[in-house]
């Protein structure tokens, strides 16, 4: 799969947005589906959403239905995570990886990128 890097976090005001966008080296980046996880202090690593190589199929966590969108760019090799209506406890390290395996736990998902930090203050 190459390699993916996370950016896009920073410090949002709750209700506010991001985008969080992961870049991947390679070329074989269309051919994954792909996904993005978040981990906060102290917590297991979480499946946000999920999207498949063609960009056609996407599949949320409850938490994050109807404030996250997940889209993809196979033309840009990146995928993105528009995040709307962010509350504190979206607070985490957000994570990008290539779905190896099937299924939405962490070890269905390789090649993770370093992540990125969203904060969300009250």
């Known amino acids: 799969q190459g390699q993916l890097v996370e950016s896009g976090g920073g410090l949002v005001q709750a209700g506010g947005s991001l985008r969080l966008s992961c870049a991947a080296s390679?070329?074989?980046?269309?051919?994954?589906?792909m996904g993005w996880f978040r981990q906060a202090p102290g917590k297991e690593r979480e499946f946000v959403a999920r999207?498949?190589?063609?960009?056609?199929?996407?599949y949320y966590a409850d938490f994050v239905k109807g404030r996250f969108t997940i889209s993809r760019d196979n033309a840009k090799n990146t995928m993105y995570l528009q995040m709307n209506s962010l509350k504190p406890e979206d607070t985490a390290v957000y994570y990008c990886?290539?779905?190896?395996?099937?299924?939405?736990?962490?070890?269905?998902?390789?090649?993770w990128g370093q992540g990125t930090q969203v904060t969300v203050s009250s």
């Open positions: 390679g070329r074989t980046f269309s051919t994954y589906a």
């Open positions: 990886a290539a779905q190896i395996r099937s299924g939405t736990d962490h070890n269905s998902f390789g090649s």
């Open positions: 999207i498949n190589w063609r960009g056609s199929s996407t």
